[in-house]
């Protein structure tokens, strides 16, 4: 046997015991939650909220659908007490599960009286999102509720626990539930997208963004989605300021009034949050699913009509 040279024998490779940690597995529909960055909005999650409070609430679900924009949809019997509203301007509208209110343009006079600070400047084809969205202080039917939960006219809810879960993650202190946007992280990026849409081509979302820019609005301020939002107290004083401001910011960028005028509202609601510093609760991905989504199973999305 012949024995190699030291010299020859190659290198015996120590083992590493250096601890590798093992990647977190986080499932799709779930999110961790981190200490908030510099700007970002007032997010509660503890939940002193229990069901005996809940059920002494007077909630409404409520949509719009103007214009024979959408179809009427039939969402889950939820667990808890609510009533279904619908807006329209469509008196052929009919359904066992909702009230339909007739809330016409003709209203509009009246409400351009009782809200002078508006400058008369809500048009007919604003209705939609103005009335029914950023200011609930314009809708009398939605008076006597605690809490009003809006939805798109092309959502489906799916899930009969999704608002209660829902209201469960919430603090009393809390004055709207929203969700972040599942596709693009802030307003900037927002209005990037939706000036390539035809229908925002009489909306000055470059002016828009302008003005956020210069205020400083911070680009790690996350994007929302504003087809499903939740008001905990609707017609708190400390809405007011909400109100007002998520208004004028959907009615000052219209470039031409004689046309038709598309509202941007995901790109007004992040920077509104962040003007009044309205407290909120951001929801956790794992009660609305995957986020308000076509594959969700607790949500549907359907294409407008």
Known sequence: MIKKRTSQLKPIRKRSHKFKPRKHSIKPNQRVLHKPKPGTPNINNKNPMNANIL???????????YGDYDTLKTHAKQNINCDYICLTDNPNLKSETWKIHLFLPSKLQAIRDAFPEYNGAIHANMVNTIICRSDLRLIPVLAEYDI???IDGNMQITNPNLISNLLLQAKSTDLVVI???????????EAAFSSRLEKYQNTNLEGQISKYRKEGFPTQFPLFSNGFTVYLNPHSPLMDDFYRTYTEETINYCINNLFAFHIQGQVSLPYVLWKTSLPCCVIHRSVLGHG?????????IKNHK
Not at 55 to 65: D, P, R, S, V
Not at 180 to 188: E, G, I, L, P, T
Not at 292 to 300: D, P, T
């Open 148 to 150: 009003c939960v809006y």
């Open 55 to 65: 059920n002494m609430k007077k909630i409404c679900i409520y949509t719009c659908i």
């Open 292 to 300: 308000i989504s076509l594959k969700s199973h607790r949500f549907r």
């Open 179 to 189: 969700n972040k946007h599942r596709s693009r992280a802030n307003a900037y990026q």
